[in-house]
């Protein structure tokens, strides 16, 4: 099944350049579970080993699709309140556990929340929707929106571009698997160990 995926997002990439990335990052940071992260790592890695796109409109174009997104999200979660919160969990199948813990997360550290909140893959996607719910004060929210796409487009797209220069050092040991497969698992392995060690510091 991964390798499913893999090979799918890699044709989506292959077709549709930086929209494929645009589109996934907006609707990933507007509310919606779709493999942002994934993309963005896929593509900065595609735009080191096969030069189809290029790291700077990478970064750009990420950056302001997060943004936009997450307006959007915050928007919806504004002006559909509670009720749209409910339906929204039922629709997407998403724990009330995940929920209660982001809106404790957000009314103890604030507006700051939704700088980290993109680090977190469960609250990345519901971040943008509880802020509205909440009504953090939306000139607030604009700006660590902004300040946390910019970081987290970069980290991401650095972390992509950088394993994909070192592939050689890797490839003996993934000779045996599938390259899509492989490129996941390592990129994966190398993403949470960087986020453990930054937690660690």
């Not at 080191?48 to 750009?60: A, C």
């Not at 507006?111 to 993109?118: I, M």
């Not at 929210?141 to 910019?150: E, H, K, R």
Request: charged letters at 15%.
């Amino acid at each position: 099944m991964a390798h499913h995926l893999v090979d799918l997002l890699r044709s989506y990439l292959a077709h549709y350049g930086y929209w494929a990335v645009a589109v996934a990052l907006l609707l990933e940071n507007a509310g919606l579970p779709v493999p942002g992260e994934t993309i963005l790592l896929l593509a900065s890695f595609l735009a080191y080993s096969e030069h189809r796109l290029r790291l700077p409109y990478i970064i750009l174009i990420g950056t302001v699709a997060a943004t936009i997104g997450d307006n959007i999200g915050f928007a919806i979660g504004h002006y559909g309140g509670r009720r749209f919160l409910a339906r929204y969990m039922r629709a997407l199948h998403i724990s009330a556990r995940v929920v209660h813990s982001g809106e404790r997360i957000f009314r103890k550290y604030g507006s700051v929340t939704v700088f980290f909140a993109r680090f977190v893959a469960g609250l990345r996607v519901i971040g943008g929707p509880l802020a509205g719910i909440l009504r953090m004060p939306w000139k607030r929210f604009v700006l660590f929106n902004l300040l946390g796409a910019v970081l987290w487009v970069i980290t991401i797209s650095m972390v992509g571009f950088l394993f994909a220069r070192h592939w050689q050092r890797f490839m003996p040991v993934f000779k045996r698997l599938d390259l899509a497969i492989a490129v996941v698992l390592a990129l994966s392995i190398f993403y949470l160990w960087w986020q453990h060690s930054k937690t660690s510091e």
